[in-house]
Structures are given as C-alpha cells and as structure tokens.
C-alpha cells in the first residue's frame, strides 16, 4: 500500500437540500462541487442497478490545508431509496466526524438557538487525558449522525504530520 492522505469522509442523507442547510447554512461548510450521479459507472461503483445519486462536496473555508485536505461528501440515493439506519454511536459501523473549534461556548450557544439537537445540556469539559483542558459536545443532524465539536485546550497542538506537531495558522 502507498497511501498518501485521506480524500474525503462521505455520508449519506436522506434529503441532500436539508443536508446542505444544516452543514452549509448552520455549521458553514461551502459547497465545492454538487451534481447529479445517474450512470453506469456510479451504478457498478455502488454496486446498485439504475443508481440515481445526489451528490455535493463540501469543505471548512480557510481551513488548514494539510497532507489530506479533507471533505465531507453528502450522498442522496434518489434510486433505490434506502432505509434510515440506527446510527447510535454505540452501534458497529456507526460514523462521527469531529470538527475543532476556537469557541465551542459561542457555537454551543449559536446552534442551540438554531434548533440543532445536542447529546448534552452544556459543552463537556475534558478533564483527562490528551486533551485535558479542552472542551467537546456531539451533535446530530438531520439524519441523526453525530457529529462532535472540540475545542482543543489552550495551546494545544492541532495535529502532527510525520511527528512534526502543527501549530494553528495565523
């Protein structure tokens, strides 16, 4: 294997339109590209017969663009329409993707008020560990996949590269 970066997580939604309010709209993720998917490639690629897909790639403006250059990737199955899926995070196979903050209190209260749905009444302090100091929730949103603020503590590292720590850009 010469894996070289991580391209994008994908998660499939039941309604890409309410999908990219909550993820653009509330969270400010920006669209990259968005089409429509209903050919044969994609039909042997998801391994689904006649496959008609919405799709739209989205990505964290002005975030640090690492090795991987991650993107979230939002998938319709417009046909064959599939059934919602219990996606507790005690579940095998159950996704979370997490996203870091530099005010977790501020977005706590924003999103709140907005209506998005908390596994908390408050950001949770971490008080072992790695990043002890920091700050975390999960969230859910509209199809009920988590997903996890984090507010690293302060002057925390936000990750390593080859075991070169990178500190936040300016």
């Known amino acids: 294997m010469n894996l070289s970066g991580i391209w994008h997580t994908s998660f499939t939604v039941s309604d890409l339109e309410a999908s990219l ?3 653009c709209g509330l969270l400010g993720l920006e669209v990259i590209t968005q089409q429509v998917q209903q050919n044969e490639y994609t039909s042997r690629l998801v391994a689904f017969p006649d496959a008609h897909l919405k799709v739209a790639m989205l990505r964290i403006p002005n975030a640090f663009a690492g090795p991987s250059n991650h993107h979230l990737e939002l ?10 899926t219990d996606v507790s995070t005690n579940r095998a196979g159950a996704p979370h993707l997490a ?22 009444d408050s950001p949770i302090e971490i008080v072992a560990g790695v ?12 199809d009920d996949i988590t997903l996890e603020l ?11 590269v ?9």
């Open 21 to 23: 309010e909550f993820y």
């Open 75 to 84: 998938v319709e199955y417009v046909h064959p329409k599939g059934e919602k």
């Open 99 to 120: 996203f870091v903050t530099e005010d977790i209190h501020a977005d706590f209260k924003f999103l709140t008020e907005s209506g998005v749905r908390f596994k908390a």
């Open 131 to 142: 990043n002890k100091g920091g700050f975390t929730i999960y969230l859910l949103d509209p």
């Open 150 to 160: 984090s507010q690293p503590p302060p002057g925390r590292m936000w990750g390593s």
């Open 162 to 170: 080859r075991g070169v720590e990178i500190q936040r850009p300016e």
